[in-house]
């Protein structure tokens, strides 16, 4: 990856500073080693065979599938004969800032915001494109990779509508085979943000629904209906990303990261850690941990 904006500490990849977006082809021959990223990845078959290995378990991967990997989430791939994978990777704080507003898309939101935290996925979403999908999805990665020799100050509309017509072309398969319907609920998205600008807080559901004016089991509905977690299952996948992104970027003592994303018991947060992770904090940090990198890249 020598020529790529994109770096190896460890078994950690990052983006060089400054670096948005990044799409580019890799064949795999025999494996690619455990690792972990500070970024959102989707990984798209093309060509060869091979098994993809993660948290969801092992899968048997076939032209057309394609891997999405919230950050902090770790991989690998096992058995590869010239297995052809098409990534395209970008920053968490693009998805925080200019792509803010897939939040409020039923589609996007659920691509990038919901789905990877719903039905105990646990920051991973899988899906098969058709043929015709397949061909959309190479013609953005391509046009993506086309831009990454050009200066961001000058192409940085370029590369962010290139990047949302592909996740579009994504989110639209998903949401074919899930039955996503309709806008998700104003309430849920203003809890999401609520909580998301306080993790600290010892949040309840009581208190939650108060400051929406909303019944509890009215707000817990509503949640299911556009996550299929209820409130504070959704807190807690926020905060063990929150976790990961500190053990990984931080030399913060395990006890403080648990404190404070809203965890001050540390044998909760340990459990909790584990639970989503499958590994204990310290394991995930001594296997993943890199020295101190520029916020730009986390």
Sequence with gaps: MADEPVRTTGTLLH?????????????????????????????????????????????????????????????????????EIYNCCFSA???????????????????????????????????????????????????????????????????????SLYLSCVARTIGDRDDLRGQTHPAVLDAMRMMEADPARQWTLTELADKLHLAPGYLVRLFKSATGLPPMAYLSRHRVELAADRLLHTDDPISRIGESVGWPDQNYFARRFKSHYG?????????????????SVR
């Design 15 to 83: 983006f060089v500073d400054g670096t948005l977006v990044h799409a580019g082809p890799h064949v795999h021959e025999e494996s690619h080693p455990l690792h972990t990223h500070s970024f959102f990845e989707l990984a798209l078959v093309t060509g060869g065979e091979g098994v993809h290995h993660s948290l969801a378990g092992r899968q048997q991967l076939a032209v057309g599938d394609l891997i999405l990997l919230r950050p902090g989430v770790w991989h690998e791939y096992e058995g590869c004969r010239a297995l």
């Design 93 to 163: 704080d693009l998805v925080q800032r200019e792509l803010a507003w897939t939040r409020e898309d039923p589609l996007l939101g659920y691509l990038l915001w919901t789905g990877p935290f719903s039905a105990q996925r646990r920051g991973i979403l899988t899906t098969h494109l058709d043929p015709a999908t397949f061909a959309e999805g190479v013609e953005h990665l391509d046009g993506l990779r086309q831009l990454r020799d050009q200066p961001v100050s000058r192409h940085r509309g370029d590369i962010v509508g290139r990047l």
């Design 279 to 295: 590994l204990s904090a310290s394991t995930y940090r001594q296997r993943f941990n890199a020295p101190r990198l520029s916020p």
